[in-house]
């Protein structure tokens, strides 16, 4: 079982920037490869980023490409979404997600667990 924690959202005005974490007291994070969704009000969730086990891959949607990224530390348990030049289209809960899959995914419905989200509000 592996439960993950999200923090670090807020409100920021467009044009700034938010670190969001997730951690997991799991001994076996390094095992999962992580990712970030969103999802607004009324719209399905979306994928935002990936990253494999090692850290050494990383993928990101269109629409955050250059501006977000994602990194883990395997040590602390504890992976982050470095988010820039943030847009009011941003506004949105942010998830943490883990899969045991070695292979690359952007579908919600090929991860297994989930942190309870962070709000993400970016004001015009």
């Known amino acids: 079982q592996v439960q993950l924690v999200d923090s670090g959202g807020g409100l920021v005005q467009a044009g700034g920037s938010l670190r969001l974490s997730c951690t997991t007291s799991g001994r076996t994070f390094s095992s999962y490869a992580m990712a970030w969704f969103r999802q607004a009000p009324g719209k399905e969730r979306e994928f935002v980023a990936y990253?494999?086990?090692?850290?050494?891959?990383?993928y990101y949607a269109d629409s955050v490409k250059g501006r977000f990224t994602i990194s883990r530390d395997n040590a602390k348990n504890t992976v982050h979404l470095q988010m820039n030049r943030l847009k009011p289209e941003d506004t949105a809960v942010y998830y943490c997600?883990?899969?045991?899959?070695?292979?690359?995914?952007?579908?919600?419905?090929?991860?297994?667990?989930w942190g309870q989200g962070t709000q993400v509000t970016v004001s015009s």
């Open positions: 990253i494999s086990r090692n850290g050494g891959y990383t």
């Open positions: 997600a883990a899969t045991p899959s070695i292979t690359k995914s952007t579908s919600s419905t090929r991860y297994d667990y």
